[in-house]
Protein backbone atom coordinates (compact mmCIF):
# COMPACT_ATOMS: atom_id res chain seq x y z
CA UNK A 1 0.00 0.00 0.00
CA UNK A 2 1.13 3.18 -1.07
CA UNK A 3 1.28 5.35 2.51
CA UNK A 4 1.65 8.83 1.02
CA UNK A 5 -1.39 8.21 -0.98
CA UNK A 6 -3.30 6.49 1.86
CA UNK A 7 -2.47 7.20 5.25
CA UNK A 8 -5.67 7.38 6.59
CA UNK A 9 -6.82 3.76 4.81
CA UNK A 10 -3.35 2.26 6.11
CA UNK A 11 -4.11 3.29 9.80
CA UNK A 12 -8.08 1.60 9.27
CA UNK A 13 -6.28 -1.41 7.69
CA UNK A 14 -3.63 -2.21 10.81
CA UNK A 15 -5.73 -1.00 13.30
CA UNK A 16 -8.81 -3.26 11.85
CA UNK A 17 -6.08 -6.38 11.14
CA UNK A 18 -4.43 -6.01 14.67
CA UNK A 19 -7.75 -5.68 16.37
CA UNK A 20 -8.90 -9.34 14.65
CA UNK A 21 -5.00 -10.50 15.73
CA UNK A 22 -5.45 -9.43 19.36
CA UNK A 23 -9.17 -11.37 19.21
CA UNK A 24 -7.85 -14.62 17.65
CA UNK A 25 -4.88 -14.44 20.86
CA UNK A 26 -7.51 -13.97 23.38
CA UNK A 27 -9.85 -16.92 21.95
CA UNK A 28 -6.61 -19.49 22.19
CA UNK A 29 -5.22 -18.06 25.26
CA UNK A 30 -8.19 -17.49 27.70
CA UNK A 31 -8.68 -21.26 27.98
CA UNK A 32 -4.75 -21.46 29.54
CA UNK A 33 -5.15 -18.47 32.12
CA UNK A 34 -4.25 -19.77 35.37
CA UNK A 35 -4.64 -16.71 37.50
CA UNK A 36 -6.28 -17.39 41.11
CA UNK A 37 -8.85 -14.82 42.51
CA UNK A 38 -5.68 -14.43 45.20
CA UNK A 39 -3.55 -12.55 42.25
CA UNK A 40 -6.01 -10.94 40.84
CA UNK A 41 -7.08 -9.61 44.04
CA UNK A 42 -3.20 -8.45 44.85
CA UNK A 43 -2.97 -6.62 40.84
CA UNK A 44 -6.15 -4.74 41.16
CA UNK A 45 -7.90 -2.55 43.51
CA UNK A 46 -10.91 -2.70 41.94
CA UNK A 47 -11.48 -6.40 41.45
CA UNK A 48 -15.13 -5.86 41.06
CA UNK A 49 -14.73 -4.66 38.04
CA UNK A 50 -13.27 -8.04 36.66
CA UNK A 51 -15.04 -11.06 34.57
CA UNK A 52 -14.62 -14.51 34.85
CA UNK A 53 -12.71 -15.53 32.08
CA UNK A 54 -14.94 -17.05 29.18
CA UNK A 55 -14.92 -17.66 25.58
CA UNK A 56 -18.29 -15.37 24.78
CA UNK A 57 -17.81 -12.68 22.36
CA UNK A 58 -17.97 -9.90 24.69
CA UNK A 59 -15.20 -11.15 27.24
CA UNK A 60 -12.66 -12.09 24.17
CA UNK A 61 -13.57 -8.61 22.48
CA UNK A 62 -13.40 -6.08 25.42
CA UNK A 63 -13.20 -8.23 28.41
CA UNK A 64 -10.05 -9.77 28.31
CA UNK A 65 -8.56 -6.39 28.46
CA UNK A 66 -9.94 -5.22 31.82
CA UNK A 67 -6.86 -5.49 33.61
CA UNK A 68 -5.00 -2.98 35.91
CA UNK A 69 -4.97 0.96 35.00
CA UNK A 70 -7.89 0.30 33.14
CA UNK A 71 -10.56 -0.87 36.03
CA UNK A 72 -8.96 2.98 37.20
CA UNK A 73 -9.85 4.55 34.07
CA UNK A 74 -12.92 2.85 33.95
CA UNK A 75 -13.55 3.87 37.65
CA UNK A 76 -12.78 8.03 37.02
CA UNK A 77 -15.02 7.21 34.27
CA UNK A 78 -18.31 6.05 36.26
CA UNK A 79 -18.07 7.84 39.65
CA UNK A 80 -15.22 10.63 38.92
CA UNK A 81 -12.31 11.50 41.53
CA UNK A 82 -13.75 9.85 44.72
CA UNK A 83 -10.62 7.60 45.44
CA UNK A 84 -7.29 9.58 46.88
CA UNK A 85 -5.47 7.29 44.81
CA UNK A 86 -7.40 8.13 41.55
CA UNK A 87 -6.02 11.56 40.70
CA UNK A 88 -2.91 10.10 38.82
CA UNK A 89 -5.18 8.96 36.14
CA UNK A 90 -5.65 11.77 33.91
CA UNK A 91 -8.99 13.14 32.45
CA UNK A 92 -9.23 12.69 28.73
CA UNK A 93 -9.20 8.78 28.83
CA UNK A 94 -12.24 8.45 31.47
CA UNK A 95 -14.16 11.43 29.25
CA UNK A 96 -13.69 9.33 26.27
CA UNK A 97 -14.99 6.21 27.84
CA UNK A 98 -17.87 8.30 29.56
CA UNK A 99 -18.43 9.83 26.04
CA UNK A 100 -18.97 6.25 24.10
CA UNK A 101 -20.94 5.07 27.54
CA UNK A 102 -23.45 7.99 27.30
CA UNK A 103 -24.21 6.24 23.70
CA UNK A 104 -25.25 3.36 25.53
CA UNK A 105 -22.20 1.18 25.54
CA UNK A 106 -21.09 -0.65 28.81
CA UNK A 107 -17.76 0.77 30.00
CA UNK A 108 -15.50 -2.30 29.45
CA UNK A 109 -16.43 -2.24 26.08
CA UNK A 110 -15.89 2.21 25.71
CA UNK A 111 -12.89 1.57 27.06
CA UNK A 112 -10.91 -0.85 24.66
CA UNK A 113 -13.25 0.99 21.85
CA UNK A 114 -12.29 4.58 22.56
CA UNK A 115 -8.18 3.42 22.76
CA UNK A 116 -8.74 1.45 19.36
CA UNK A 117 -10.57 4.65 17.82
CA UNK A 118 -7.32 7.10 19.45
CA UNK A 119 -4.95 4.38 17.66
CA UNK A 120 -6.73 5.01 14.07
CA UNK A 121 -6.25 8.59 14.48
CA UNK A 122 -2.58 7.62 15.94
CA UNK A 123 -1.63 5.61 13.04
CA UNK A 124 -2.93 8.10 10.53
CA UNK A 125 -1.04 10.76 12.36
CA UNK A 126 2.12 8.90 12.70
CA UNK A 127 2.11 8.15 8.65
CA UNK A 128 1.49 11.94 8.02
CA UNK A 129 4.40 13.16 9.97
CA UNK A 130 7.00 10.44 8.90
CA UNK A 131 6.43 10.47 5.27
CA UNK A 132 7.68 13.73 5.31
CA UNK A 133 10.97 12.57 6.52
CA UNK A 134 11.51 9.27 5.45
CA UNK A 135 10.74 7.59 2.58
CA UNK A 136 7.94 4.81 2.16
CA UNK A 137 9.73 1.63 3.30
CA UNK A 138 11.62 3.26 6.81
CA UNK A 139 8.02 4.66 7.54
CA UNK A 140 6.47 0.73 6.99
CA UNK A 141 9.70 -0.77 8.96
CA UNK A 142 8.89 2.03 12.28
CA UNK A 143 4.95 1.14 12.59
CA UNK A 144 5.95 -2.47 12.10
CA UNK A 145 8.51 -2.03 14.79
CA UNK A 146 6.19 0.24 17.17
CA UNK A 147 3.19 -2.14 16.46
CA UNK A 148 5.18 -5.28 18.07
CA UNK A 149 7.36 -3.08 20.47
CA UNK A 150 6.78 -5.35 24.06
CA UNK A 151 3.55 -3.85 25.48
CA UNK A 152 2.22 -2.27 22.66
CA UNK A 153 -0.54 -4.65 22.85
CA UNK A 154 -1.79 -1.66 24.77
CA UNK A 155 -2.99 0.52 21.92
CA UNK A 156 -5.48 -2.07 21.90
CA UNK A 157 -6.88 -2.63 25.42
CA UNK A 158 -7.45 0.04 27.83
CA UNK A 159 -4.75 2.67 28.62
CA UNK A 160 -4.08 5.94 27.73
CA UNK A 161 -0.95 5.74 25.59
CA UNK A 162 -3.40 5.67 22.69
CA UNK A 163 -4.44 9.14 23.19
CA UNK A 164 -1.39 10.33 24.39
CA UNK A 165 0.51 9.95 21.16
CA UNK A 166 -2.22 10.66 19.47
CA UNK A 167 -2.58 13.90 20.34
CA UNK A 168 1.25 14.48 20.68
CA UNK A 169 1.89 13.22 17.21
CA UNK A 170 -1.16 15.82 15.60
CA UNK A 171 0.24 18.41 17.28
CA UNK A 172 3.31 18.09 15.67
CA UNK A 173 1.97 17.80 12.54
CA UNK A 174 -0.36 20.88 12.77
CA UNK A 175 2.37 22.73 14.09
CA UNK A 176 4.91 21.62 11.23
CA UNK A 177 2.19 22.85 8.75
CA UNK A 178 1.60 26.09 10.67
CA UNK A 179 -1.74 25.63 11.95
CA UNK A 180 -0.78 26.61 15.37
CA UNK A 181 -4.24 27.19 17.17
CA UNK A 182 -5.06 23.26 16.37
CA UNK A 183 -1.23 22.04 17.27
CA UNK A 184 -2.10 24.16 20.74
CA UNK A 185 -5.26 22.78 21.34
CA UNK A 186 -4.00 19.09 20.85
CA UNK A 187 -0.62 20.03 22.96
CA UNK A 188 -3.24 20.76 25.41
CA UNK A 189 -5.40 17.25 25.01
CA UNK A 190 -2.01 15.31 25.18
CA UNK A 191 -1.39 17.37 28.76
CA UNK A 192 -4.50 15.74 29.79
CA UNK A 193 -4.12 12.58 29.01
CA UNK A 194 -1.32 11.99 30.72
CA UNK A 195 1.51 14.12 33.00
CA UNK A 196 4.07 13.29 30.45
CA UNK A 197 2.10 14.79 27.74
CA UNK A 198 3.76 18.12 28.86
CA UNK A 199 6.62 17.17 27.41
CA UNK A 200 4.93 17.73 23.53
CA UNK A 201 5.80 21.73 23.73
CA UNK A 202 9.53 21.04 23.83
CA UNK A 203 9.91 20.51 19.91
CA UNK A 204 6.66 22.82 19.67
CA UNK A 205 8.81 25.44 20.76
CA UNK A 206 11.44 24.12 18.25
CA UNK A 207 9.11 24.54 15.43
CA UNK A 208 8.00 27.47 16.36
CA UNK A 209 12.05 28.79 16.74
CA UNK A 210 12.50 27.57 13.50
CA UNK A 211 9.19 28.87 12.01
CA UNK A 212 9.57 32.46 12.86
CA UNK A 213 7.66 34.65 13.60
CA UNK A 214 6.93 33.12 16.85
CA UNK A 215 3.61 32.20 17.69
CA UNK A 216 2.90 33.67 20.94
CA UNK A 217 -0.59 33.34 21.28
CA UNK A 218 -1.29 29.98 20.53
CA UNK A 219 1.91 28.85 22.66
CA UNK A 220 1.18 30.60 25.22
CA UNK A 221 -2.01 28.54 24.85
CA UNK A 222 -0.08 25.04 24.82
CA UNK A 223 1.80 26.45 28.29
CA UNK A 224 -1.38 26.31 29.99
CA UNK A 225 -1.97 22.18 29.21
CA UNK A 226 0.18 21.15 32.50
CA UNK A 227 -1.62 24.01 34.78
CA UNK A 228 -5.30 22.71 33.59
CA UNK A 229 -5.30 19.45 35.79
CA UNK A 230 -3.81 20.43 38.76
CA UNK A 231 -5.74 23.89 38.99
CA UNK A 232 -9.32 21.71 38.42
CA UNK A 233 -7.88 19.12 41.25
CA UNK A 234 -7.29 22.16 43.89
CA UNK A 235 -10.47 23.78 43.02
CA UNK A 236 -12.46 21.19 43.56
CA UNK A 237 -10.39 20.10 46.85
CA UNK A 238 -9.14 17.27 45.73
CA UNK A 239 -5.15 15.92 46.11
CA UNK A 240 -2.80 16.43 43.74
CA UNK A 241 -1.49 13.44 41.54
CA UNK A 242 2.10 14.57 43.25
CA UNK A 243 0.81 13.64 46.31
CA UNK A 244 -1.19 10.49 45.19
CA UNK A 245 1.97 9.09 43.53
CA UNK A 246 4.19 8.66 46.91
CA UNK A 247 1.36 7.64 49.08
CA UNK A 248 -0.73 5.20 46.95
CA UNK A 249 1.62 4.49 44.20
CA UNK A 250 5.30 3.96 45.79
CA UNK A 251 6.52 6.42 43.28
CA UNK A 252 8.60 9.41 44.66
CA UNK A 253 10.10 12.48 42.71
CA UNK A 254 14.07 11.54 42.31
CA UNK A 255 17.20 12.98 40.39
CA UNK A 256 17.27 11.43 37.15
CA UNK A 257 20.65 9.54 38.25
CA UNK A 258 19.35 8.43 41.76
CA UNK A 259 16.45 6.55 39.61
CA UNK A 260 19.00 4.93 37.33
CA UNK A 261 21.55 4.22 40.24
CA UNK A 262 18.35 2.49 42.08
CA UNK A 263 17.85 0.37 39.16
CA UNK A 264 20.90 -0.56 38.24
CA UNK A 265 21.75 -1.95 42.14
CA UNK A 266 17.70 -3.12 42.78
CA UNK A 267 18.15 -7.30 43.59
CA UNK A 268 15.07 -7.01 46.10
CA UNK A 269 12.44 -9.27 45.64
CA UNK A 270 11.82 -12.59 42.60
CA UNK A 271 11.27 -9.43 39.71
CA UNK A 272 14.99 -8.81 39.21
CA UNK A 273 14.60 -9.67 35.78
CA UNK A 274 11.33 -7.08 35.16
CA UNK A 275 13.70 -4.37 36.13
CA UNK A 276 16.22 -5.46 33.43
CA UNK A 277 13.72 -5.39 30.99
CA UNK A 278 13.01 -1.59 31.37
CA UNK A 279 16.83 -1.26 31.76
CA UNK A 280 17.06 -3.27 28.44
CA UNK A 281 14.09 -1.02 27.01
CA UNK A 282 15.18 2.37 28.42
CA UNK A 283 18.93 1.95 26.50
CA UNK A 284 17.23 0.76 23.35
CA UNK A 285 14.81 3.73 23.15
CA UNK A 286 16.31 6.76 24.00
CA UNK A 287 19.25 5.35 23.14
CA UNK A 288 17.96 4.87 19.40
CA UNK A 289 16.42 8.20 19.32
CA UNK A 290 18.73 10.18 20.92
CA UNK A 291 21.74 8.99 18.87
CA UNK A 292 19.80 9.00 15.47
CA UNK A 293 17.66 11.88 15.55
CA UNK A 294 15.86 11.90 12.42
CA UNK A 295 14.85 15.23 13.31
CA UNK A 296 15.87 18.05 15.95
CA UNK A 297 12.02 17.94 17.22
CA UNK A 298 12.46 14.62 17.76
CA UNK A 299 15.55 14.95 19.48
CA UNK A 300 14.28 17.23 22.09
CA UNK A 301 11.12 15.12 22.37
CA UNK A 302 12.60 12.17 23.32
CA UNK A 303 15.38 13.67 25.58
CA UNK A 304 12.41 15.40 27.50
CA UNK A 305 10.14 12.02 27.90
CA UNK A 306 13.28 11.24 28.60
CA UNK A 307 14.21 12.93 32.14
CA UNK A 308 10.60 13.07 33.41
CA UNK A 309 10.00 9.60 33.58
CA UNK A 310 13.12 9.64 35.47
CA UNK A 311 12.36 11.92 37.19
CA UNK A 312 9.75 9.15 38.82
CA UNK A 313 11.38 6.92 40.83
CA UNK A 314 9.15 3.58 41.54
CA UNK A 315 9.85 0.76 43.34
CA UNK A 316 10.18 -1.66 41.43
CA UNK A 317 13.07 1.14 39.95
CA UNK A 318 12.42 1.66 36.11
CA UNK A 319 8.55 0.40 36.83
CA UNK A 320 6.36 0.37 33.57
CA UNK A 321 9.68 1.53 31.47
CA UNK A 322 8.45 -0.76 28.65
CA UNK A 323 5.16 1.30 28.49
CA UNK A 324 5.97 4.19 29.31
CA UNK A 325 8.58 4.12 26.09
CA UNK A 326 6.21 3.41 23.82
CA UNK A 327 4.99 7.05 22.81
CA UNK A 328 8.54 7.35 21.84
CA UNK A 329 7.80 7.36 18.32
CA UNK A 330 11.02 9.10 17.26
CA UNK A 331 13.09 5.95 18.08
CA UNK A 332 10.94 3.94 15.58
CA UNK A 333 11.39 6.06 13.22
CA UNK A 334 15.11 6.15 13.66
CA UNK A 335 15.07 2.44 13.50
CA UNK A 336 13.28 2.11 10.44
CA UNK A 337 15.53 4.38 8.94
CA UNK A 338 18.81 2.51 9.90
CA UNK A 339 16.71 -1.30 9.74
CA UNK A 340 17.42 -1.32 6.03
CA UNK A 341 18.88 -5.13 5.38
CA UNK A 342 16.17 -7.28 5.42
CA UNK A 343 17.57 -9.79 7.37
CA UNK A 344 18.35 -7.20 10.61
CA UNK A 345 15.11 -5.72 10.72
CA UNK A 346 13.57 -9.66 10.07
CA UNK A 347 15.48 -10.88 13.42
CA UNK A 348 14.70 -7.84 15.38
CA UNK A 349 11.19 -7.72 14.52
CA UNK A 350 10.63 -11.14 15.12
CA UNK A 351 12.62 -10.78 19.23
CA UNK A 352 10.26 -7.54 19.73
CA UNK A 353 7.03 -9.96 18.62
CA UNK A 354 8.08 -12.70 20.73
CA UNK A 355 8.51 -10.52 24.01
CA UNK A 356 5.22 -8.48 23.08
CA UNK A 357 3.19 -12.10 22.81
CA UNK A 358 5.06 -13.03 26.80
CA UNK A 359 4.11 -10.38 28.38
CA UNK A 360 0.32 -9.82 26.18
CA UNK A 361 -0.05 -13.43 27.97
CA UNK A 362 1.37 -12.25 31.52
CA UNK A 363 -0.85 -9.22 30.99
CA UNK A 364 -4.03 -11.25 30.38
CA UNK A 365 -3.28 -13.73 33.26
CA UNK A 366 -2.56 -11.09 35.76
CA UNK A 367 1.16 -11.24 36.05
CA UNK A 368 2.25 -7.95 38.04
CA UNK A 369 3.00 -5.99 35.01
CA UNK A 370 2.05 -2.31 35.40
Not at 116 to 136: N, P, Y
Not at 180 to 195: G, I, K, Q
Not at 359 to 370: P, Q, R
Request: hydrophobic letters at 60%; charged letters at 10%.
Amino acid sequence: MNLSSHPAKTAAWLTLILSVVYLLAALVLVPTFSATPQRIAMNASLADHVAPPSLTPAYLTWGVWQRFDTLWYRHVAEYGYDLPASTVFYPVYPAAIRLLASLGLPTDAAAVLSARIATFFLLWGLVLLLKSDLGDQDVKRALALMLVWPMSFVLFGGYAEPLLICFTVWSLWFARNDRWWLAALFALLACLSRAVGMVVLAPLFWIAWRQRPFRFAPLLLALTGPLLFPVWLRWQGLGLSAAAYPRYWHTTMAWPWTTIADAFTYTTGDITWFVWMNAVALLLVFGTALSRPVRWEYFWYALGTLCFLLTANARPPLHSFVRYALPVFPAFASAGKLLRNTAAMALVWSILLLANALLLYAFWDWFFLV
